[in-house]
């Protein structure tokens, strides 16, 4: 199967197109997203490059291909709401109302994952998952087996790609296709709320605003626009009978008093259906998409902060933890020896083990300061190894190459 074109003109290889609306295109995709490469394809908010969210090279050769860090994780697309639970092991009562409510649509939700997923998909304990408007992002997802590990079709740190001519010629070299579904129209990332705290808050704004999100539209609204449209129509009224009255008299101060009357009437009922227009209009403009700034999903990122005061924008305060029993003997610690840093991965992070070459826990970034816990190594599977504690005193092994040590005391 030919999945790459030379171009004579620069001698580069690119991705092949394939057009959106042929069966056989999204059937090639699908083989190829199972095969482990990377596809390109058309979403309801921007292009997305996608990976098989159960193939760990395969995700990890998206992680490289964007130059994104491996801390970041990656949201899973899905192609219908049976297939949350392949990813997702538990949805509270606040996701499944946002669930009903805005999917499929613009919406990426944080969630609680389930366990044994590639740990690069997540480096802690959230998932984001969202089900894109999208006939040809959800026929691509659904014959490649319901759930695709995605992000934007950009390089990190660049604008997301809106048509296949925006996507980065640097990342297409790692792509194998391109679905060409025409330029989307959203053209900004899904809204990010993260769904694992009650109640929950808002990561990233997107094409949904946190009054839409967070407020649900009710009858409570329109109680007093509805009071004064009936105030305006009794004043109405009143006018017009006393206009009535007013004109089948003679001139006289008494026909002048109740033509003057019921035009202060007319007036105040134009008033009132004008001030009960008014509040429609406001209460509307609040439910409207606001304009945001694009940004990175981060399920490990604190919550972006916001003037208006509509929603949480802080996670709720961390319940502390219980008064340890005395007659439980505490874990002596391991002796401290020196401080070390993350250093020279390229970006790609640091994985911490449970012994020499045993078990993923975490992924480690550049730049993160660990602890040694021993001052002798262990050798395995070809490399040097060092007991470490993370500043979440979290214990494990790490490649002792990737390590830069401080002074040990």
Avoid: H
């Avoid at 993260?194 to 609204?221: A, K, Y």
């Amino acid at each position: 199967m030919i999945m790459f074109e030379v171009r004579p003109e620069d001698d580069t290889i690119k991705p092949r197109l394939l057009g959106a609306q042929a069966p056989e295109s999204i059937k090639e995709a699908a083989a190829l997203l199972r095969d482990g490469m990377l596809v390109v394809f058309p979403t309801d908010t921007v292009y997305g490059i996608g990976a098989d969210c159960f193939d760990n090279q395969a995700i990890l050769n998206l992680y490289r291909a964007k130059g994104r860090p491996l801390t970041k994780g990656l949201p899973v697309l899905l192609a219908d709401l049976e297939d949350i639970g392949k990813v997702v092991s538990e949805v509270g009562s606040a996701a499944e109302e946002l669930i009903n409510r805005f999917w499929p649509g613009p919406l990426t939700l944080i969630l609680k994952k389930r366990e044994r997923l590639p740990l690069s998909l997540s480096p802690n304990s959230g998932i984001a998952v969202r089900i894109p408007d999208s006939d040809i992002a959800r026929a691509l997802i659904r014959a490649s087996g319901g759930a695709v590990a995605s992000s934007s079709a950009n390089l990190a740190g660049q604008s997301p790609a809106l048509s296949p001519e925006e996507v980065d010629e640097a990342l297409a070299r790692n792509i194998a296709v391109i679905i060409d579904g025409g330029r989307v129209g959203l053209g900004r990332p899904s809204t990010v709320v993260d769904c694992r705290e009650d109640p929950p808050f808002i990561l990233r704004r997107g094409p949904l605003s946190p009054n839409l999100i967070f407020q649900q539209p009710s009858m409570s609204g329109l109680v007093f626009p509805i009071i004064l449209a009936v105030g305006a129509i009794i004043l109405a009224l009143t006018a017009y009978r006393g206009l009535r009255r007013g004109a089948a008299r003679f001139y006289t101060l008494e026909r002048e008093s109740m033509l003057r009357r019921s035009g202060f009437a007319l007036l105040g009922s134009i008033v009132l259906f004008l001030g009960a227009i008014g509040l429609l209009i406001y209460s509307y403009q609040q439910l409207e998409p606001s304009d945001s700034s694009n940004g990175s999903i981060d399920s490990s990122a604190e919550p972006t902060s916001t003037s208006e005061v509509v929603f949480q924008t802080q996670p709720p305060t961390a319940t502390p933890s219980p008064t340890l029993d005395p007659s439980i003997p505490t874990p002596t610690a391991t002796p401290v020896i020196c401080r070390a840093i993350v250093d020279g991965t390229a970006g790609s992070g640091l994985t911490l083990r449970e012994t020499p070459g045993g078990p993923e826990m975490s992924i480690l970034a550049d730049g993160t300061i660990l602890t040694l816990l021993d001052d002798e190594s262990e050798e395995a599977n070809g490399f040097v190894w060092r007991k470490v504690r993370t500043v979440s005193r979290e214990e494990g092994w790490v490649v002792e190459e990737f390590l830069k040590l401080g002074d040990c005391g």
